[in-house]
């Protein structure tokens, strides 16, 4: 079942820059994606979310940007921080459907 | 700030055996949620429960599995009869309806 799709398994940024962590969806029903940060033995942690009627949604350092005619949606996490170092996972769900599908996740490694 | 609790944060069991994971969801919330992830992979959906009964699951979740909510603070996930390969993390979840919030997950070791 891969209906979302993180690409990229790791990413390694250097402090003070942008990361940019990438989504892909098949599912053209999901219309609510949301973003989980994940730090080793702990559970995920929500970050940011987005609903399919907007492009982008920013809530201090971290920006969701969705293209729902190329399935994408990205994060951005500018100034990138050390403590920013976790496994980012992208999610999706259909709001009549509470079966959210999550990413494989991407490592992101931000070196000061 | 009002966060998702599971005990234990670590379980060994025997293969064949019973188990019960525990969790307390945040208390206004009425959507609940079991994921698991095996070492390695991805965070897999097993179950979404609301107003007492099972609203959607996967093809993960068999008969092996049962979601309770006992009494109306917990909520939690049974393993009849555990195999090898149920050895996960499991996380429990509750939303509001639209965010899910997750706790820190029940490592479950089956020997």
């Known amino acids: 079942d891969q209906q979302v799709k993180q690409n990229s398994p790791s990413l390694s940024v250097q402090e003070g820059r942008i990361s940019i962590l990438n989504c892909d969806y098949t599912?053209?029903?999901?219309?609510?994606f949301l973003w989980y940060k994940k730090y080793p033995a702990e559970g995920p942690t929500f970050l940011i979310s987005?609903?399919?009627?907007?492009d982008k949604n920013e809530d201090g350092r971290f920006t969701v940007f969705l293209n729902k005619s190329a399935k994408h949606l990205s994060l951005h996490i500018v100034p990138s921080q050390p403590g920013d170092s976790a496994v980012y996972f992208c999610?999706?769900?259909?709001?009549?459907?509470?079966?959210?599908?999550f990413g494989a996740g991407t490592r992101l490694t931000v070196k000061p | 700030e009002p966060e998702v609790t599971q005990t234990p944060s670590h379980q060994v069991t025997q293969m064949g055996q019973e188990v019960i994971l525990r969790c307390v969801p945040i208390?206004?919330?009425?959507?609940f949620y079991w994921y698991r992830q095996i070492l390695g992979q991805k965070v897999e959906f097993l179950v979404s429960f609301y107003n007492n009964e099972i609203s959607e699951k996967s093809e993960i979740f068999d008969d092996q599995f049962s979601v309770e909510r006992p009494d109306g603070s917990n909520f939690t996930l049974k393993i009849r009869s555990t195999k090898l390969e149920d050895s996960a993390m499991y996380f429990c979840?509750?939303?509001?309806?639209?965010?899910?919030?997750f706790g820190p997950g029940t490592r479950l070791t089956v020997l």
């Open positions: 999610a999706a769900s259909a709001r009549n459907n509470n079966d959210m599908r």
């Open positions: 599912n053209s029903m999901f219309d609510y």
């Open positions: 208390s206004n919330h009425l959507y």
């Open positions: 979840a509750s939303s509001d309806p639209d965010t899910q919030y």
């Open positions: 987005i609903s399919s009627i907007k």
